[in-house]
């Protein structure tokens, strides 16, 4: 499963120990709701350093930013007995399950982002469940994972809002896929034919030289396709498929890792999701990929991220990220965890 092996892989290097993960996360804690949620438009009202430097998202983002805390806290140790982050994830995942068994509703599927965001939750509660072995938090996977699977478009991928109308997106595509991928690892996947469909679709919207994912008219340079690109090389790898195999996966590779990460005080050109994701991949391929990608990643995250993850939020661009900081904290939290812990990921438990 994805970013809770990264929490349970290896041990963190000698020179990162004093690293907490109880200083990592405790922007995230300080800002969780008393239901267990997290709230991606008010958090702002919390405080004067989240309401200076801090980006609202918008009122219906509730399900992503809190599926993407619950994430980055499991992954930091959340889901270990004694684990320092125990109690609020348990209030999350109490929330989240209730939100996924809202989802078949109709009047919760009016966001434009209503399946993307459901695809994160379902990652959330796929992941929880397989280090729990709770029951009930399984039934809710279940219930996760059945949306995405009714969701499915004839063609194999997802649109962002769910609808039979709306053309499928990689960008969205990617998310469902990784999650069914963990869903599978989980045993709460009520078939494989989805994530295959999925992979079928990501692999057909591939660039054969350049390894992009388009889809559509999308701009082969614009945001929306770096995010594709991405998530489609991470579940490939996860599916098992090499670099030395498939030439386009290495195209993609190195475009990802050829431009670092941007950083600037107010948030302009910060994509916290991408270098997230990108990182992940890159720790996946390891090699020069990753020895690449750390070059240019490590004053990104030492210089910056690593005080803001505890005293947050992390700024990002609204045009890149529009859940806002609560989904920029998570994302920078889940790349500190990849980037300290060197593990791997589905597959290699």
Same mark, same amino acid.
Not at 118 to 128: S, V
Not at 138 to 155: H, Q, Y
Not at 186 to 203: N, P, S, Y
């Given at each position: 499963?994805?970013?809770?092996?990264?929490?349970?892989?290896?041990?963190?290097?000698?020179?990162?120990?004093?690293? *907490?993960?109880?200083?990592? !996360?405790?922007?995230?804690?300080?800002?969780?709701?008393? %239901?267990?949620?997290?709230?991606? @438009?008010?958090?702002?009202?919390?405080?004067?350093?989240?309401?200076?430097?801090?980006? +609202?998202?918008?009122?219906?983002?509730?399900?992503?930013?809190?599926? #993407?805390?619950?994430?980055?806290?499991?992954?930091? !140790?959340? *889901?270990?007995?004694?684990?320092?982050?125990?109690?609020?994830?348990?209030?999350?995942? @109490?929330?989240?399950? !209730?939100?996924?068994?809202?989802?078949?509703?109709?009047?919760?599927?009016?966001?434009?982002?209503?399946?993307?965001?459901?695809?994160?939750?379902?990652?959330?509660?796929?992941?929880?469940?397989?280090?729990?072995?709770? !029951?009930?938090?399984?039934?809710?996977?279940?219930?996760?994972?059945?949306?995405?699977?009714?969701?499915?478009?004839?063609?194999?991928?997802?649109?962002?809002?769910?609808?039979?109308?709306?053309? /499928?997106?990689?960008?969205?595509?990617?998310?469902?896929?990784? *999650?069914?991928?963990?869903? #599978? %690892?989980?045993?709460?996947?009520?078939?494989?034919?989805?994530?295959?469909?999925?992979? %079928?679709?990501?692999?057909?919207?591939? @660039?054969?030289?350049?390894?992009?994912?388009?889809?559509?008219?999308?701009?082969?340079?614009?945001?929306?396709?770096?995010?594709?690109?991405?998530?489609?090389?991470?579940?490939?790898?996860?599916?098992?498929?090499?670099?030395?195999?498939?030439?386009?996966?290495?195209?993609?590779?190195?475009?990802?890792?050829?431009?670092?990460?941007?950083?600037?005080?107010?948030?302009?050109?910060?994509? +916290?999701?991408?270098?997230?994701?990108?990182?992940?991949?890159?720790?996946?391929?390891?090699?020069?990929?990753?020895?690449?990608?750390?070059? /240019?990643?490590?004053?990104?995250?030492?210089?910056?991220?690593?005080?803001?993850?505890?005293?947050?939020?992390?700024?990002?661009?609204?045009?890149?990220? +529009?859940?806002?900081?609560?989904?920029?904290?998570?994302?920078?939290?889940?790349?500190?965890? *990849?980037?300290?812990?060197?593990?791997?990921?589905?597959?290699?438990?």
């Amino acid at each position: 499963m994805l970013p809770a092996a990264l929490a349970l892989a290896v041990s963190i290097p000698p020179n990162v120990q004093d690293n *907490a993960p109880a200083r990592r !996360g405790n922007w995230l804690i300080l800002h969780q709701e008393a %239901d267990g949620r997290w709230d991606a @438009d008010g958090f702002a009202l919390r405080g004067p350093e989240a309401a200076r430097r801090g980006t +609202p998202g918008g009122p219906f983002d509730d399900v992503a930013v809190t599926s #993407l805390a619950l994430l980055a806290l499991v992954a930091d !140790g959340g *889901a270990a007995e004694a684990a320092p982050y125990r109690e609020p994830v348990a209030r999350a995942a @109490d929330w989240l399950a !209730g939100e996924a068994e809202l989802a078949a509703v109709p009047r919760a599927q009016e966001h434009p982002r209503f399946l993307r965001h459901h695809a994160l939750a379902t990652l959330a509660l796929c992941e929880l469940a397989y280090f729990t072995q709770d !029951g009930e938090l399984a039934a809710a996977a279940r219930r996760a994972v059945r949306v995405l699977e009714e969701r499915r478009r004839a063609d194999g991928g997802w649109s962002a809002d769910g609808a039979s109308t709306t053309p /499928s997106d990689g960008w969205t595509t990617g998310w469902a896929a990784l *999650a069914l991928a963990s869903a #599978l %690892d989980a045993g709460v996947a009520g078939e494989r034919a989805a994530f295959e469909a999925g992979l %079928d679709w990501i692999r057909g919207h591939t @660039d054969s030289e350049t390894g992009l994912v388009l889809d559509g008219d999308a701009d082969p340079g614009s945001a929306a396709t770096r995010k594709a690109t991405a998530l489609a090389l991470l579940c490939r790898l996860v599916a098992g498929e090499r670099l030395d195999e498939h030439p386009e996966l290495r195209a993609a590779a190195a475009t990802l890792t050829g431009t670092p990460p941007a950083w600037s005080e107010d948030g302009a050109a910060m994509d +916290p999701e991408l270098t997230c994701v990108t990182t992940l991949a890159a720790v996946q391929i390891g090699g020069r990929t990753w020895s690449r990608w750390h070059k /240019s990643l490590k004053p990104h995250l030492v210089g910056h991220v690593e005080t803001l993850t505890a005293a947050g939020p992390v700024p990002v661009d609204p045009e890149l990220v +529009p859940e806002g900081s609560v989904a920029g904290t998570a994302y920078a939290l889940l790349t500190l965890t *990849a980037y300290y812990r060197y593990s791997r990921i589905i597959g290699a438990r």
